[in-house]
């Protein structure tokens, strides 16, 4: 059972333009949301998060939007750089594995940003 | 701070043998989770270690099983390899809610 689904697999945006992921979740418990970014031959490395008390945290050129009636989440990054081409994982904790840290994870979705 | 190292990088085994895979956390973190990533896929929970006990674990057969030792480092052993098991293997510390990865162990299961 995928708790987490991110639906589309790859997106392609110009250089300088808007990039938008999105993420979708099914489990009410979750209460923190997190993104990230996964690079060939690399673990993946944390690029922001959000708290389910919050409906929008920014950070530099990243925001990640959250909407929990809809229990939908979303990243923009602009502009867009050739650099933010990778893998981008959206995923989830509830505050009952606080201390554990069991992250559920999305499919991912491959962004290429092309110069 | 060398992060979260992970050995070996790749590793090939025949169906039915055992393996072990190793991790080191980042310097000053107690809690260790190991992941499985196939292909296409997001990273999958097998388990968490704390304290040198398996405080929580996934949905993954016994054949995962793992091992935290008092420097906090970690391994995972699966026995009776399968096919299926090839994956890339992530291990992950933390202190708090954010985990840093290792660049994981790529496991190919021929």
């Known amino acids: 059972d995928q708790q987490v689904k991110q639906n589309s697999p790859s997106l392609s945006v110009q250089e300088g333009r808007i990039s938008i992921l999105n993420c979708d979740y099914t489990n009410s418990m979750f209460d923190y949301f997190l993104w990230y970014k996964k690079y060939p031959a690399e673990g993946p490395t944390f690029l922001i998060s959000?708290?389910?008390?919050?409906d929008k945290n920014e950070d530099g050129r990243f925001t990640v939007f959250l909407n929990k009636s809809a229990k939908h989440l979303s990243l923009h990054i602009v502009p867009s750089q050739p650099g933010d081409s990778a893998v981008y994982f959206c995923?989830?904790?509830?505050?009952?594995?606080?201390?554990?840290?069991?992250?559920?994870f999305g499919t991912g979705t491959s962004l290429t940003v092309i110069p | 701070d060398a992060g979260v190292t992970q050995s070996p990088t790749h590793l090939i085994k025949t169906r039915g043998q055992q393996v072990t895979l190793r991790c080191s956390p980042k310097s000053g973190h107690d809690t260790v989770s190991w992941y499985q990533q196939a292909l296409g896929q997001g990273p999958q929970f097998i388990f968490q270690?704390?304290?040198?006990?398996?405080?929580q674990r996934g949905n993954f057969p016994d054949r995962f099983s793992g091992h935290q030792f008092p420097n906090y480092s970690s391994e995972l052993n699966v026995n009776a390899l399968l096919l299926g098991d090839s994956a890339l293997y992530l291990c992950?510390?933390?202190?708090?809610?954010?985990?840093?990865f290792g660049q994981g162990t790529r496991l190919t299961v021929v």
């Open positions: 959000i708290s389910s008390i919050k």
């Open positions: 270690y704390y304290e040198e006990e398996e405080r």
């Open positions: 995923a989830a904790i509830y505050t009952e594995h606080y201390y554990g840290n069991q992250f559920y």
């Open positions: 992950a510390s933390s202190l708090g809610r954010y985990a840093f």
